[in-house]
């Protein structure tokens, strides 16, 4: 899918002139069922082609995409804001990006470029796949992830997602009340934010776990635990549990492998020990 940039249509600021392919709410959710039934609840969508399945549709290039405001940034002048996410308070000029690369300064706003955009899903994959291994073992979950992320592990697993930009992969509309009603069809208790790092689609992430705690569905994220403390410990309040990355412990080796910083990871660990949500550390061997 190719997203052209951001313009301002009727008020809104959207996306113009869309080209991609991509899935129809009601089919996605009536195929997670169907396939669901037949294949125990493992499939994976983000690599669906057009010509296997005919609940994908070409999008027409005249369609939009309603962009969210970002709600963590300030504004320095007129021309440039400060994204307030992550550890990295990117300074982003009309026109910019932060280094997420799904972040956009549109006409002096901060806005996410990713929200009701994953490019993978999958459902009912095992909770241990997270990895979580002590939080409710062989619970089945719907994983969610968009484009993006603000490290640059060199040891990447999920670069085809995590490196790129949301126009270079395809991606599919589902907002966060047909993200519930498909874990809810499926009969799942959990979803997970997961492949690339959460951080950098937080709004769409806690819009989802927010309505999942109401739902009475329970909520999860895989992180590089890069999150500003004030969005984290807002956020906090409505997951179950948490799988923290933590690469090593040399200020080092995150600099030379993940261009990124340790302190802030070890400020995740004690803020969510402090919060009392459930935590299991994570480190790649």
């Given at each position: 899918m190719i997203l052209r940039k951001c313009v301002r249509k009727k008020g809104k600021v959207v996306l113009g002139r869309l080209k991609g392919q991509s899935i129809a709410r009601r089919d996605f959710i009536r195929l997670t069922v169907g396939c669901g039934a037949c294949l125990g609840l493992a499939i994976v969508v983000h690599r669906f082609q057009e010509k296997s399945s005919p609940n994908l549709t070409q999008q027409n290039s005249e369609q939009n995409s309603t962009l969210?405001?970002?709600?963590?940034?300030?504004?320095?002048?007129?021309?440039?804001?400060?994204?307030?996410?992550?550890?990295?308070?990117?300074?982003?000029?009309?026109?910019?990006?932060?280094?997420?690369?799904?972040?956009?300064?549109?006409?002096?706003?901060?806005?996410?470029?990713?929200?009701?955009?994953?490019?993978?899903?999958?459902?009912?994959?095992?909770?241990?796949?997270?990895p979580l291994y002590h939080v409710h073992p062989g619970a089945r979950r719907l994983n969610l992830a968009t484009a993006g992320c603000n490290f640059k592990c060199i040891f990447c697993i999920n670069w085809q997602f995590a490196v790129k930009t949301p126009e270079d992969v395809m991606s599919y509309n589902l907002t966060p009340q047909e993200a519930i009603r498909t874990a809810v069809a499926n009969n799942l208790e959990f979803i997970s934010f997961t492949y690339t790092e959460p951080t950098v689609f937080y709004e769409y992430m806690y819009d989802i776990s927010k309505l999942a705690k109401e739902k009475g569905l329970k909520t999860v994220f895989h992180t590089n635990g890069s999150m500003n403390l004030e969005p984290l410990k807002k956020l906090l309040k409505y997951i179950d549990a948490v799988a923290v990355d933590l690469k090593a412990f040399t200020a080092e080796f995150y600099r030379s492998t993940s261009f990124s910083e340790l302190t802030p990871v070890l400020e995740t660990l004690k803020t969510i020990h402090n919060e009392g949500v459930w935590m299991e550390i994570v480190n790649l061997i």
């Open positions: 969210v405001e970002a709600r963590y940034y300030h504004t320095i002048d007129e021309k440039t804001v400060q994204c307030d996410l992550c550890f990295r308070r990117c300074r982003i000029t009309i026109g910019g990006r932060g280094y997420c690369k799904v972040r956009e300064n549109v006409e002096g706003k901060l806005y996410t470029l990713v929200y009701g955009r994953p490019c993978a899903i999958t459902v009912g994959s095992p909770i241990e796949k997270l």
